[in-house]
């Protein structure tokens, strides 16, 4: 345990442990740290089928049971891949959350170089989200593309109810100005909405920055742009 953050420290000893003793039909599987991964989770990947998410902190320990209880019923109903959960790991050994294993998703990490200028995206992107919306249920913005396509949509961290302008931060986060009217005119999205999507991506980045920036230069370049294109429009 970190005790100054009040968070466990987690590695490949701490996860190959969960593993064997929680799930032995899976001991003998290969266990690979994905780097980088998310702010929520260190993810392994299980063998070539299955992946490990393991929260870091507790802001993400609702995420696992949610998703598993969720993910199943929307699948179905959804025009993009999301991830499958398989099973639901319980704290023990000093790890004091619940965990998840999950089907691997075969796909890129979408980059703005990659889809910001792709309107096929940010169309297929706005279908995703108007289906979603029918359940009355939100995603998070990671996505994953193949073959320069979007593919699948695998962090549903703050999927609830709420209001439908948080789906809109991904326009500032992937998308250009071009896309972002694509994405706009598909979801039909009006003024205040829109207004309040920015103002929620300007927030996010910020914080975002604040908190990480100093030490990863990756986020500072992705929160960077995410509140340039937020205060663009």
Known sequence: MDRRAGTPTIDAELARRRVDTQFPRWADLRLRLLD???????????????????PRHTGAITQVRKEAEWLPRLAPHLPLAVPEPVAVGEPDFGYPWSWAVSRWLPGEVATVEGLSESHEAAGALAGFLAALHRFDAEPAEDLLTAGGRLSAVIDFGELGVGDPARDLVIACTLMSAGTRATFRAALDVDDPTWTRGRGR??????????????????VAAQTTRQITQALAG
């Open 201 to 218: 991506a300007l927030e996010t980045g910020l914080n975002a920055y604040v908190a990480h920036a100093a030490v990863n230069p990756r």
């Open 36 to 54: 980088p991964a998310g702010s929520d989770h260190v993810i392994y990947r299980l063998g070539e089928e299955l992946t490990v998410r393991l």
